[in-house]
């Protein structure tokens, strides 16, 4: 069948390098390598590759490549290559775009027009290879003032608190979109680092049980595996009202995907899809999700934090204020360059705003407002690497969730096909022969390596500015400046210009 | 170019206090000495003092010392004054020329109680009238500007060096039970009187070394309860921070300290389980109040005077004791050019506040 869509990839075999060992075979899920009749000669066919790099990166003799595969069309601005195929996708088979991962598009990325300060003379820098450096961060509802009579002794009475040792936890990815590998990998790597990973919205697999004091427990509106224990067996509960990928709509998760593990943990059938309603059925309101807050805490006698995940949209800062005011622990902000597993693809690139500004606006509103110092604050929606973390502690996070960079670690390549339940690095999968790729062994190692690495960094950037704790950071806007950036931008943003 | 408030300007300095805690009283010369003696830590740009027990006379009013930049000034803030307070002494400050203070503001003294009336119908309660009015006052006429509003205190401060600007304001004519004195050096040439320090606001005054490197958390902190940080100066929000700790928080003048210091992780974990649920709690509801960088703060009141370092030790401060006084400096040589033989000197640490209580009640009457 003629599909009118050229290839995107060509698979290129040194000829000369290429030993004919199979690996690549075994490897690509997607089919493209195979034998030649004679069983011997290793062939291949470029059309479903995807760039993934499985192939190249286990081939032994090092004979692959892939290359961007290049054919003009006429030249016309407005038509570009990518609407045309999108269009011919749609015409071949009539249904909605789907995509996996953030936004491709080049919208502006904030944090690369964003520079931090370092002290000289007036203020000495402090080196975080001698000095204590902190890096801890407690979220959670704080009261507005200490109770002490005398130094030494509080009574004040704290609400649950979550100690967090570094400012960077792992973002709701639910088991289902990806493999239950892939998870305990993340779980395992929590635990060691002292912070936390998300459940999503898939329910908590009972090989996880033994590690739920490090698991956010997500309640979405679809309510997948949702039930007493779940929720009594965790640190902290997220109720997700929107996702920065795909605001306004909710969670999918295509029936391959769903095999008995998963079906068991969601409570499903298993080969259905997942399809989360768009809105929570129970809240249509501000005043619903303070009673969906308030059962949550009861059901939990009033011992996890409850926080609530929004997308970053327009209202933002107004809609984070109100969930503060219903109750929420902690509001968590997802912003529009956010990663999925599948979403629409129109809604993923054009629905929502960044998290920076999103970030800046809603911190400043709570402060006018006077409750920032109540609630935390976490910001969500693309960290790619520590400077980037700073910078969102700079504009007010208490601390950041990280999801693709993470996954990067234990071998994604950002194909962006994670909704075809193909992974070729056993990631984005369900299939046993795939997901047995993941050694969760080695592939936490590696994510505690990141993180590691990340929180090294931050401490660095920290001693360079002559702050010697996380908290003294936080909200610190005059250790930012912007760089090429407008006037209504830079007062979104709440900084001053480079130079100034 | 743009003044102190418009623009944030480090800058290095020099801190000096004594206090005695019967109350009995010490001569200004005696502070002076003391600053005087670390004058290569400022460069003329800034000095200032804060006296306690001033205005035994006129202990229950509010003594509000102006500079007024023009008669204009002083028109409408007099204006505002009397009708908020009633006010039974307006007076210039008596200075005396020295050649090295450049003519200045016209500075007036202003001693009187809040206007009752006025007071219940705002349905404040005294020191929160009293504080607005000031910041009203500061933040809306144009040239007027209150730097002293406490009771039975004051504050003197100018351009210059502090031993001139002890000189000029004649300050050892003046007795009181405790004194803290500035020299500053910033990096930047402001040439405005209200930049000197110290900083005011009721009977807290601060004198302050150093450049803290948490400044904007902290302001942003304290702006989320009203305070508006219009000179942009670490001594600025330093103060509001202890005046929302022990004002509006009611924590015990050691507590307060504790937030603005707090140990570091570390330490807390290996404390016994009350104090370290103490500091959990303590650091989990004040982050935004740690202070970060290299300070060291001494804080004046009627209660008291407190000394902190920054949890480094980044700043140098030494403190002394001689049988009922207690005296601060950012040199040693400071104390013992005005206390040769100290009973015990010490460096105070980071993260160690020293607080030295007046052990006499002053009697207010209501
Ligand atoms: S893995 Fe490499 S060496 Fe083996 S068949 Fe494929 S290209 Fe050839
Ligand atoms: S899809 Fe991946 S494994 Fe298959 S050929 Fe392309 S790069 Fe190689
Ligand atoms: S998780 Fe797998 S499928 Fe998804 S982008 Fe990464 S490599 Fe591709």
């Given at each position: 069948?003629?599909?009118?869509?050229?290839?995107?990839?060509?698979?290129?075999?040194?000829?000369?390098?290429?030993?004919?060992?199979g690996c690549c075979v075994r490897q690509c899920s997607n089919e493209c390598h195979y034998f030649d009749d004679d069983g011997k000669t290793v062939l291949c066919n470029s059309n479903t590759c995807v760039a993934c790099h499985r192939c190249v990166d286990l081939c032994p003799t090092g004979a692959l490549r892939i290359e961007k595969y290049v054919c003009d069309y006429n030249e016309n601005a407005n038509w570009t290559p990518q609407y045309q195929?999108?269009?011919?996708?749609?015409?071949?088979?009539?249904?909605?775009?789907?995509?996996?991962?953030?936004?491709?598009?080049?919208?502006?990325?904030?944090?690369?027009?964003?520079?931090?300060?370092?002290?000289?003379?007036?203020?000495?820098?402090?080196?975080?290879?001698?000095?204590?450096?902190?890096?801890?961060?407690?979220?959670?509802?704080?009261?507005?003032?200490?109770?002490?009579?005398?130094?030494?002794?509080?009574?004040?009475?704290?609400?649950?608190?979550?100690?967090?040792?570094?400012?960077?936890?792992?973002?709701?990815?639910?088991?289902?979109?990806?493999?239950?590998?892939?998870?305990?990998?993340?779980?395992?790597?929590?635990?060691?680092?002292?912070?936390?990973?998300?459940?999503?919205?898939?329910?908590?697999?009972?090989?996880?049980?033994?590690?739920?004091?490090?698991?956010?427990?997500?309640?979405?509106?679809?309510?997948?595996?949702?039930?007493?224990?779940?929720?009594?067996?965790?640190?902290?509960?997220?109720?997700?009202?929107?996702?920065?990928?795909?605001?306004?709509?909710?969670?999918?998760?295509?029936?391959?995907?769903?095999?008995?593990?998963?079906?068991?943990?969601?409570?499903?059938?298993?080969?259905?899809?997942?399809?989360?309603?768009?809105?929570?059925?129970?809240?249509?309101?501000?005043?619903?999700?303070?009673?969906?807050?308030?059962?949550?805490?009861?059901?939990?006698?009033?011992?996890?934090?409850?926080?609530?995940?929004?997308?970053?949209?327009?209202?933002?800062?107004?809609?984070?204020?109100?969930?503060?005011?219903?109750?929420?622990?902690?509001?968590?902000?997802?912003?529009?360059?956010?990663?999925?597993?599948?979403?629409?693809?129109?809604?993923?690139?054009?629905?929502?705003?960044?998290?920076?500004?999103?970030?800046?606006?809603?911190?400043?509103?709570?402060?006018?407002?006077?409750?920032?110092?109540?609630?935390?604050?976490?910001?969500?929606?693309?960290?790619?690497?520590?400077?980037?973390?700073?910078?969102?502690?700079?504009?007010?996070?208490?601390?950041?969730?990280?999801?693709?960079?993470?996954?990067?670690?234990?071998?994604?390549?950002?194909?962006?096909?994670?909704?075809?339940?193909?992974?070729?690095?056993?990631?984005?999968?369900?299939?046993?022969?795939?997901?047995?790729?993941?050694?969760?062994?080695?592939?936490?190692?590696?994510?505690?390596?990141?993180?590691?690495?990340?929180?090294?960094?931050?401490?660095?950037?920290?001693?360079?500015?002559?702050?010697?704790?996380?908290?003294?950071?936080?909200?610190?806007?005059?250790?930012?400046?912007?760089?090429?950036?407008?006037?209504?931008?830079?007062?979104?943003?709440?900084?001053?210009?480079?130079?100034? | 170019?743009?003044?102190?408030?418009?623009?944030?300007?480090?800058?290095?300095?020099?801190?000096?206090?004594?206090?005695?805690?019967?109350?009995?009283?010490?001569?200004?010369?005696?502070?002076?000495?003391?600053?005087?003696?670390?004058?290569?830590?400022?460069?003329?740009?800034?000095?200032?003092?804060?006296?306690?027990?001033?205005?035994?006379?006129?202990?229950?009013?509010?003594?509000?010392?102006?500079?007024?930049?023009?008669?204009?000034?002083?028109?409408?803030?007099?204006?505002?004054?009397?009708?908020?307070?009633?006010?039974?002494?307006?007076?210039?400050?008596?200075?005396?020329?020295?050649?090295?203070?450049?003519?200045?503001?016209?500075?007036?003294?202003?001693?009187?109680?809040?206007?009752?009336?006025?007071?219940?119908?705002?349905?404040?309660?005294?020191?929160?009238?009293?504080?607005?009015?000031?910041?009203?006052?500061?933040?809306?006429?144009?040239?007027?500007?209150?730097?002293?509003?406490?009771?039975?205190?004051?504050?003197?401060?100018?351009?210059?060096?502090?031993?001139?600007?002890?000189?000029?304001?004649?300050?050892?004519?003046?007795?009181?039970?405790?004194?803290?004195?500035?020299?500053?050096?910033?990096?930047?040439?402001?040439?405005?009187?209200?930049?000197?320090?110290?900083?005011?606001?009721?009977?807290?005054?601060?004198?302050?070394?150093?450049?803290?490197?948490?400044?904007?958390?902290?302001?942003?902190?304290?702006?989320?309860?009203?305070?508006?940080?219009?000179?942009?100066?670490?001594?600025?929000?330093?103060?509001?921070?202890?005046?929302?700790?022990?004002?509006?928080?009611?924590?015990?003048?050691?507590?307060?300290?504790?937030?603005?210091?707090?140990?570091?992780?570390?330490?807390?974990?290996?404390?016994?389980?009350?104090?370290?649920?103490?500091?959990?709690?303590?650091?989990?509801?004040?982050?935004?109040?740690?202070?970060?960088?290299?300070?060291?703060?001494?804080?004046?009141?009627?209660?008291?005077?407190?000394?902190?370092?920054?949890?480094?030790?980044?700043?140098?401060?030494?403190?002394?004791?001689?049988?009922?006084?207690?005296?601060?400096?950012?040199?040693?040589?400071?104390?013992?050019?005005?206390?040769?033989?100290?009973?015990?000197?010490?460096?105070?640490?980071?993260?160690?506040?020293?607080?030295?209580?007046?052990?006499?009640?002053?009697?207010?009457?209501?």
């Amino acid at each position: 069948m003629i599909n009118y869509i050229p290839r995107r990839f060509t698979v290129i075999r040194d000829k000369d390098k290429c030993v004919n060992c199979g690996c690549c075979v075994r490897q690509c899920s997607n089919e493209c390598h195979y034998f030649d009749d004679d069983g011997k000669t290793v062939l291949c066919n470029s059309n479903t590759c995807v760039a993934c790099h499985r192939c190249v990166d286990l081939c032994p003799t090092g004979a692959l490549r892939i290359e961007k595969y290049v054919c003009d069309y006429n030249e016309n601005a407005n038509w570009t290559p990518q609407y045309q195929q999108e269009i011919c996708r749609q015409a071949n088979t009539g249904s909605t775009l789907l995509s996996a991962m953030g936004t491709p598009k080049p919208y502006p990325i904030y944090w690369d027009h964003i520079l931090l300060n370092a002290s000289q003379v007036t203020n000495p820098s402090i080196d975080p290879l001698r000095e204590p450096m902190e890096t801890r961060a407690i979220l959670g509802r704080k009261p507005e003032k200490l109770e002490a009579d005398k130094k030494g002794k509080t009574t004040t009475k704290m609400p649950p608190q979550i100690i967090i040792e570094t400012p960077i936890m792992f973002s709701a990815m639910s088991f289902g979109s990806i493999s239950l590998n892939a998870q305990k990998s993340l779980a395992m790597a929590a635990k060691e680092l002292g912070t936390l990973f998300n459940t999503g919205e898939g329910g908590l697999h009972p090989d996880l049980y033994n590690l739920s004091d490090y698991a956010v427990v997500q309640v979405a509106s679809g309510r997948f595996g949702v039930h007493k224990d779940y929720l009594k067996n965790s640190k902290c509960i997220e109720i997700k009202i929107g996702q920065g990928a795909k605001p306004g709509i909710g969670g999918h998760l295509p029936g391959e995907k769903v095999n008995v593990e998963v079906s068991n943990a969601r409570m499903i059938p298993e080969g259905s899809d997942a399809i989360s309603p768009a809105p929570h059925h129970d809240i249509y309101s501000i005043e619903d999700l303070r009673q969906l807050i308030w059962s949550l805490k009861q059901l939990t006698d009033n011992k996890k934090p409850v926080s609530v995940k929004i997308a970053a949209v327009h209202n933002v800062s107004a809609i984070a204020s109100g969930c503060a005011r219903a109750g929420a622990d902690i509001i968590v902000i997802d912003g529009f360059r956010g990663g999925t597993g599948a979403a629409p693809t129109r809604i993923r690139d054009n629905v929502g705003i960044p998290i920076e500004l999103a970030l800046a606006a809603a911190d400043q509103r709570l402060r006018d407002e006077g409750i920032r110092s109540t609630v935390s604050l976490v910001a969500a929606g693309s960290f790619r690497c520590s400077s980037d973390i700073v910078k969102a502690i700079a504009l007010g996070a208490d601390a950041c969730y990280v999801a693709s960079a993470p996954l990067i670690a234990m071998g994604c390549h950002m194909c962006g096909t994670c909704n075809t339940g193909k992974c070729n690095w056993g990631i984005a999968t369900q299939r046993p022969e795939l997901t047995k790729r993941l050694n969760p062994e080695i592939a936490h190692k590696r994510v505690i390596n990141l993180i590691t690495a990340w929180t090294h960094e931050i401490k660095e950037i920290m001693g360079g500015m002559g702050i010697n704790s996380i908290d003294s950071l936080r909200g610190n806007r005059l250790m930012l400046r912007g760089i090429g950036l407008s006037e209504k931008e830079l007062e979104i943003l709440g900084i001053k210009h480079a130079g100034e | 170019m743009l003044k102190e408030g418009q623009i944030r300007i480090p800058s290095g300095c020099a801190i000096a206090a004594i206090i005695d805690k019967k109350g009995n009283k010490i001569n200004g010369s005696e502070i002076i000495k003391s600053i005087s003696l670390m004058h290569d830590r400022s460069n003329g740009l800034g000095g200032g003092f804060a006296a306690y027990g001033i205005y035994p006379d006129h202990k229950d009013e509010n003594a509000f010392h102006v500079f007024y930049d023009n008669v204009e000034a002083r028109k409408t803030c007099e204006e505002f004054l009397f009708k908020h307070f009633n006010i039974d002494v307006a007076e210039r400050i008596p200075t005396k020329p020295v050649p090295s203070i450049d003519l200045g503001p016209d500075i007036w003294r202003y001693f009187g109680k809040a206007n009752r009336v006025r007071m219940k119908t705002s349905r404040l309660d005294e020191d929160e009238y009293v504080a607005q009015c000031v910041t009203k006052v500061n933040n809306s006429i144009e040239g007027a500007y209150i730097f002293s509003s406490g009771k039975n205190m004051g504050c003197f401060k100018a351009v210059g060096y502090p031993e001139d600007v002890g000189e000029f304001y004649m300050l050892d004519r003046y007795e009181a039970y405790l004194w803290t004195a500035h020299g500053r050096f910033p990096t930047n040439t402001p040439g405005w009187w209200g930049g000197a320090h110290p900083f005011n606001i009721l009977d807290w005054s601060i004198v302050h070394n150093g450049e803290i490197s948490s400044y904007d958390t902290n302001r942003r902190y304290i702006e989320q309860f009203g305070y508006i940080c219009t000179m942009q100066t670490d001594t600025e929000v330093i103060t509001y921070l202890f005046d929302h700790l022990l004002r509006h928080h009611n924590l015990p003048i050691e507590v307060a300290a504790d937030v603005l210091t707090a140990p570091e992780w570390d330490e807390i974990d290996r404390m016994p389980e009350d104090k370290k649920e103490y500091f959990t709690t303590l650091r989990a509801i004040y982050s935004g109040a740690l202070v970060n960088g290299p300070f060291s703060v001494i804080l004046g009141s009627n209660k008291g005077l407190l000394a902190i370092n920054d949890r480094l030790k980044l700043r140098s401060l030494t403190a002394a004791i001689k049988g009922d006084r207690a005296y601060f400096a950012s040199e040693e040589s400071a104390i013992r050019i005005i206390c040769p033989d100290p009973d015990k000197v010490w460096s105070v640490s980071g993260a160690e506040p020293v607080f030295i209580p007046l052990e006499i009640e002053e009697e207010v009457d209501e």
